[in-house]
């Protein structure tokens, strides 16, 4: 930030000896005013320091949270592949052909390793033929199995690249929840692209960023050579400094041998502090511009040297004052994060754009985020996370409406029967047709959910009666008709449907369980069909669409069906 001061400068006259005493109350006016100008800049100095420290605060808070999202993001990326994981129901012999099936995660980690519960090294997405190792000692590797989730590692020299590293490790769990390998992804802490990340941070040319983790370690440093290193405080204070607390600066730090602000905020899901130095006569530099213009003004216009230096200050201090009055507002709710979107040409403009990219970088990661987090990975459905979040609120809000809402629980008859014949791979097509060809079957206000394997959901609102529950049932046995070609085959796949509807107030177990009833009577009477249960009701209103086998009695709840 640099701001100039425009300075109006003349020579004192001088005059002849008569008038030394108008001189001598001149010079005594001038020193009145240099020592109210003085001591007004004072004050100013130390808002200005203040005030750019809030300044570096915020702008750090702004790097940390992007730094946050980014790891939780790489996070999420191995956490969904653990789902996957667990939906394929696969085993450790899997887990390398599963990493090879991801390329994307070579440009999220440097490398994507897996190890069996003993910590024995069973696959490499960069390397097969990599030296074999054991990690049972590492912290991150025993945190893993004891908290069973993810864990980020500290900072620590890696065994296979002997390049500092911080891992992220995820356990992968099969059907019942048992772990039997965890994923580690690497972030290579000398990596350009991760260097060139947190430098992109930086508000100003001068100084530099650096992050150490709340132990003291180095994690990211311009000498590359502390990176994983940790200096005591009286070697390098600027590195100690942040360790005093979740965030705050200081301005009497030497870094090297020249005195420098440093300010630093603390990361909210990881162990690190980002941290920023600046050289004081580069931070505080607009003061210093200030003291000698305002001075020099003061030789000539004498005692309104003090009011124009302090009116001069107030307005080199108005854009800092303005972005302080929006980043109030948006801490209080009175305004979002748009109000920083503005188009001044001046140093609120400039921070305020670069906070609003930060800011829109860091809502889209959490989209993102989200997204993967609610989204079946196989099929882009809504998965039963999803699922379980909207149907207490599609129940209440036909409760406020006094509207009816039905549930469809779908299964594909015989799936097992084609994963065995044909392979999983095309039962995964079959997966992925079914669900296309349901999406497309209902409404576009419907909410179509995969639970697991072949147990899909549909969520229908404002349904009149049962009458239009069974219009839903035939649109979706009409959209499963036509051959299904998947993997250079051609199949006939079809489903058992049961629909459960009320139009009385009820919970998301009494309807998921009378949907279930209706799906046992389906499946007694054949399957290819659909059953309309009303909550609450002793019997299945009606049983429709069977061609496979004639109908025989349903099982009542509580009897295992194929």
Known sequence: MRQGVVVFSAALPFTSFKSKVS????SMVLIAAVGVCGISLLIAESQIQRMIARQEISALSGAAAYLDNDVRARQGVLRSIAEEAQTRNLSVRDVQALLESHPGLRDEFSNVVAFDVRG???????NRRDKMLNVSTR???QEVLRSRDSVISAPFRSQLSG??????AQPLHDARGNIYAVLVGGLDLLRPAFAAQVEALRTREQGYLFIVANDGTVVHHPQKELILTRPSGDEMPALAAPLAGPEGWR?????????ALVAWKRLRHVDWTVAVSYPLRDAFA???????????????FTAMAGIFGWGLVKVLLE???????VVESIDAGATDISAFNVDHADEFGLLSRALYRLSSSRKQASDDLHRLATTDVLTGTHNRRMFDQFLPAALARARRSGESVAVAFLDIDRFKSINDTHGHAVGDAVLVEFSARLQGAVRCTDTVARLAGDEFVVVFEQVRGTGEAHQLGDKILAAMQAPFVVGGSTLRVTASIGIAITGVPTNAEAIMQSADYALYGVKAAG???YAVNVVGAEKLASVRGLDEHPPRAATPPGVAHA
Not at 251 to 259: F, Q, R, T, V
């Open 120 to 126: 024995d090294y069973v696959a490499n997405l960069k």
């Open 286 to 300: 607009p003061m210093a511009s200030v003291w000698f213009n305002a001075l020099g003004a003061a030789g000539l």
């Open 527 to 529: 399957r290819n069909g």
């Open 319 to 325: 854009p800092l004052d303005e972005l302080q009055r």
């Open 139 to 141: 912290p991150y590797f």
């Open 23 to 26: 001189l001598l109350v001149t």
């Open 163 to 168: 390049r500092p590293v911080v891992s992220v």
């Open 251 to 259: 301005a009497d730090i030497l870094d090297g041998k020249e005195p």
